[in-house]
């Protein structure tokens, strides 16, 4: 398991994952967001014509889907940290991802 730092325009916040998923975070990222436009067990997360998600439905949608068996954690809410501004040490070089 390795960290990652997520967002969904709100405070930035460290996950445990699967190395798998940090080592190729935009990819599931990206996976999740075609999960979420096509399958049906997503529809609760279509609203009006758009998605309505943030980052903890993406670690909800690893463990039931993708990892059941290796359940992805929350670490530490890290809070508001502007996007152009440095991680705080030891997430620094964590891959990070903003929904």
């Known amino acids: 398991m390795k960290n990652i730092v997520i967002s969904a325009d709100g405070d930035r916040k460290v996950f445990s994952v699967p190395d798998a998923v940090a080592d190729n975070l935009t990819k599931y990222c ?16 279509r609203m009006g014509g758009g998605l309505c998600y943030n980052e903890e439905d993406f670690i ?3 463990n039931a889907w993708i990892f059941p068996n290796q359940k992805s ?24 991802f903003n929904f």
């Open 30 to 45: 990206g996976d999740f967001i075609k999960w979420l436009r096509n399958s049906p067990d997503a529809m609760k997360y």
């Open 60 to 62: 909800e949608y690893l």
């Open 73 to 96: 954690k929350l670490v530490k809410n890290l809070g508001w940290i502007d996007y152009s501004s440095k991680l705080p040490e030891p997430y620094v070089d964590c891959p990070t």
